[in-house]
């Protein structure tokens, strides 16, 4: 793309950790979606084949897959170079999460010596390897590489009080911008084929969760969870991923025999108000969007205690917000909601008025919209 005559449109290169379609790929996909031909986009990998999130991109989308400098590997100054070149060309460089930082710091070592474009990073959240703890080095690394960033995004106030300590950003550096959907596509009833090759089980309610299967959103522990109440609760869980063998062992291994795992889906509108109750029991989460999503559907929600989501959830719904070490709180927290379908209709009410208070789309695409064009120095070419 960085070879064709300009046209106008502002060209947007994605430095992406991986871009198989999680939360911060589904939301990078909508705005390139919605800002149709008024940008041209190049999008990358960190982890060679991992681009699943590419099928969800609108075919009429000018849009790139080149081949690039490896993001990842043994830190150089000829592969930073490598990587500094590659930004050539470019209008405006977006980078996400750690697994795409060395790009951050080639910009970093080389932005003046090469004239290379604004860069902007982006950080959602954090792999199983610093989900309890941060490392002190990576830590260090960040505050380096990000020196040279226009702005570093985070969407949960949890990540921005760690890039405000941890990583020591300035506060004019760091804009906190709260993960939005089009609620709108929430409020039709799903088809009950919705999810493929699903049998509600006779006298069962669905709890449901969205998730890649990784070992971070230790899906184990709902598992668990559900398998303490297997005579009133059938578990659904959707998404693909290397941990997919794993929990089909734990489920064995508890007697949940009518597990059933979707695999990936797209278009979470069509399926999610299928479940009855929402789950996440992940180890590590910021702002989760498949949460928000959940609260569209009108769903009353079980979770972990993790980033952002006690105070994204319904104030009603808090105290079924479980710390992270206390497991027999999560199935404890299932069996109540089971028990009880008028406190399961009520909290699902309130979750959806505070997703329609607080988790619009228009906002989340204006406040990107707005920010990169101030690094563009064309404020309204998004808009």
Same mark, same amino acid.
């Given at each position: 793309?960085?070879?064709?005559?300009?046209?106008?449109?502002?060209?947007?290169?994605?430095?992406?950790?991986?871009?198989?379609?999680?939360?911060?790929?589904?939301?990078?996909?909508?705005?390139?979606?919605?800002?149709?031909?008024?940008?041209?986009?190049?999008?990358?990998?960190?982890?060679?084949?991992?681009?699943?999130?590419?099928?969800?991109?609108?075919?009429?989308?000018?849009?790139?897959?080149?081949?690039?400098?490896?993001? /990842?590997?043994?830190?150089?100054?000829?592969?930073?170079?490598?990587?500094?070149?590659?930004?050539?060309?470019?209008?405006?460089?977006? /980078?996400?999460?750690?697994?795409?930082?060395?790009?951050?710091?080639?910009?970093?070592?080389?932005?003046?010596?090469?004239?290379?474009?604004?860069?902007?990073?982006?950080?959602?959240?954090?792999?199983?390897?610093?989900?309890?703890?941060?490392?002190?080095?990576?830590?260090?690394?960040?505050?380096?590489?990000?020196?040279?960033?226009?702005?570093?995004?985070?969407?949960?106030?949890?990540?921005?009080?760690?890039?405000?300590?941890?990583?020591?950003?300035?506060?004019?550096?760091?804009?906190?911008?709260?993960?939005?959907?089009?609620?709108?596509?929430?409020?039709?009833?799903?088809?009950?084929?919705?999810?493929?090759?699903?049998?509600?089980?006779?006298?069962?309610?669905?709890?449901? /969760?969205?998730?890649?299967?990784?070992?971070?959103?230790?899906?184990?522990?709902?598992?668990?969870?559900?398998?303490?109440?297997?005579?009133?609760?059938?578990?659904?869980?959707?998404?693909?991923?290397?941990?997919?063998?794993?929990?089909?062992?734990?489920?064995?291994?508890?007697?949940?025999?009518?597990?059933?795992?979707?695999?990936?889906?797209?278009?979470?509108?069509?399926?999610?108000?299928?479940?009855?109750?929402?789950?996440?029991?992940?180890?590590?989460?910021?702002?989760?969007?498949?949460?928000?999503?959940?609260?569209?559907?009108?769903?009353?929600?079980?979770?972990?205690?993790?980033?952002?989501?006690?105070?994204?959830?319904?104030?009603?719904?808090?105290?079924?917000?479980?710390?992270?070490?206390?497991?027999?709180?999560?199935?404890?927290?299932?069996?109540?909601?089971?028990?009880?379908?008028?406190?399961?209709?009520?909290?699902?009410?309130?979750?959806?008025?505070?997703?329609?208070?607080?988790?619009?789309?228009?906002?989340?695409?204006?406040?990107?919209?707005?920010?990169?064009?101030?690094?563009?120095?064309?404020?309204?070419?998004?808009?």
């Amino acid at each position: 793309m960085a070879d064709r005559p300009y046209d106008g449109r502002p060209r947007l290169l994605h430095l992406h950790s991986s871009f198989n379609l999680g939360g911060k790929e589904a939301r990078a996909v909508r705005l390139i979606n919605l800002w149709g031909d008024r940008a041209e986009h190049a999008i990358v990998s960190g982890v060679p084949g991992a681009m699943g999130a590419r099928a969800a991109i609108a075919p009429d989308i000018a849009v790139d897959f080149p081949d690039a400098p490896p993001l /990842t590997g043994r830190p150089g100054l000829s592969r930073f170079l490598a990587l500094a070149r590659f930004m050539r060309g470019y209008d405006l460089v977006l /980078t996400y999460n750690w697994g795409a930082v060395d790009g951050v710091m080639a910009h970093r070592i080389f932005h003046r010596l090469l004239a290379l474009p604004p860069l902007i990073h982006h950080e959602d959240g954090f792999n199983e390897d610093e989900a309890a703890v941060l490392k002190s080095a990576r830590n260090r690394y960040r505050r380096i590489a990000l020196a040279g960033a226009d702005a570093l995004v985070v969407p949960s106030r949890r990540l921005e009080g760690i890039a405000l300590n941890a990583w020591r950003q300035p506060r004019g550096k760091v804009r906190l911008i709260p993960n939005g959907i089009d609620l709108a596509r929430y409020a039709a009833p799903p088809q009950a084929d919705a999810l493929p090759g699903f049998v509600r089980a006779p006298g069962k309610l669905v709890v449901g /969760t969205l998730a890649g299967l990784r070992a971070v959103k230790n899906i184990p522990r709902l598992v668990r969870a559900v398998a303490a109440h297997r005579e009133r609760l059938q578990l659904v869980v959707v998404g693909e991923g290397p941990e997919r063998d794993a929990i089909l062992r734990e489920a064995e291994a508890h007697g949940l025999s009518d597990l059933h795992m979707a695999g990936f889906l797209s278009d979470p509108w069509k399926f999610v108000g299928l479940f009855d109750i929402f789950a996440l029991s992940s180890d590590s989460e910021q702002f989760p969007i498949s949460l928000v999503e959940a609260m569209a559907a009108g769903l009353p929600v079980v979770s972990t205690d993790v980033g952002d989501v006690a105070d994204m959830v319904a104030p009603a719904n808090r105290r079924f917000v479980i710390p992270l070490e206390e497991e027999t709180g999560l199935a404890a927290a299932l069996g109540e909601l089971a028990a009880n379908a008028a406190l399961r209709d009520a909290l699902g009410k309130a979750n959806l008025a505070k997703a329609l208070d607080a988790f619009g789309e228009p906002q989340m695409l204006g406040a990107y919209a707005s920010l990169y064009g101030k690094s563009l120095a064309r404020p309204d070419v998004l808009l």
